[in-house]
């Protein structure tokens, strides 16, 4: 079984980095489709499209893509660039925010301690995705790797992710009451698939995203019965 998702950016290569980063799994595990190379228009102001491509996600045991691993080096080059980035960057918003550590062999997390959080946040975490993806930008730009960076302010994202899915299985019984479907406001692409994934399994309803980009809603359907 596979997963299809959308995506936009500047160019095909900023889309498929926001897909990587959003989805949580390495570049070349992604099978791309570009639905449209965007144009950069005139003078770059009028007519300007965003590229935007369609990736496919295998899920299940089955679709796990075997690759090289990182080297045991790797992962210590890519927690010290990503840090010394990010520590940079809070330099210029906050003065007692502190940013520790913990690396897995593919993975790097920065964890953000101190100062006035919500600033690094934002509303609906939009902040902290924008300083995600512009480390994630720097590392990459300077180190080729599949390790991939995530960062996190005061434990957000594991509040986050226990709040949506919370919501999901609540609306997921709800429509699986009533028989109707039920719209969750837009959100990020890692939000939808939080819900995406906490009712993939959910007996008796199915989800969907529907419309673009930032206005990108998720919808939880019954399935239908059959006569």
Request: proline content about 4%; aromatic content about 4%.
């Amino acid at each position: 079984m596979t997963s299809a998702y959308e995506f936009e950016g500047k160019t095909k290569e900023e889309a498929i980095i926001k897909a990587s980063d959003a989805l949580g799994v390495s570049e070349d595990q992604l099978d791309v489709e570009v639905l449209s190379y965007g144009s950069t228009g005139i003078f770059g102001l009028v007519g300007v499209k965003k590229a935007k491509i369609k990736v496919t996600l295998p899920e299940g045991p089955e679709a796990v893509i075997k690759e090289q691993p990182p080297s045991a080096e790797e992962p210590e080059e890519v927690a010290a660039l990503a840090k010394g980035a990010l520590e940079k960057i809070i330099s210029f918003i906050l003065d007692d925010a502190t940013v520790s550590i913990q690396t897995k062999p593919d993975r790097v997390r920065l964890k953000v301690e101190g100062g006035n959080s919500a600033l690094l946040i934002g509303k609906h975490g939009r902040t902290l995705d924008a300083l995600q993806y512009i480390v994630h930008r720097i590392v990459h730009k300077k180190q080729k790797t599949r390790v991939r960076v995530t960062i996190d302010v005061e434990g957000y994202r594991d509040r986050r992710k226990a709040s949506l899915t919370q919501l999901a299985l609540r609306l997921g019984e709800k429509v699986k009451r009533s028989g109707r479907p039920a719209t969750i406001s837009p959100m990020n692409a890692y939000d939808r698939r939080i819900i995406h994934v906490a009712l993939k399994d959910h007996a008796g309803v199915r989800t969907q995203s529907t419309g673009t980009e930032s206005l990108r809603k998720l919808v939880i359907y019954p399935h239908r019965k059959h006569k």
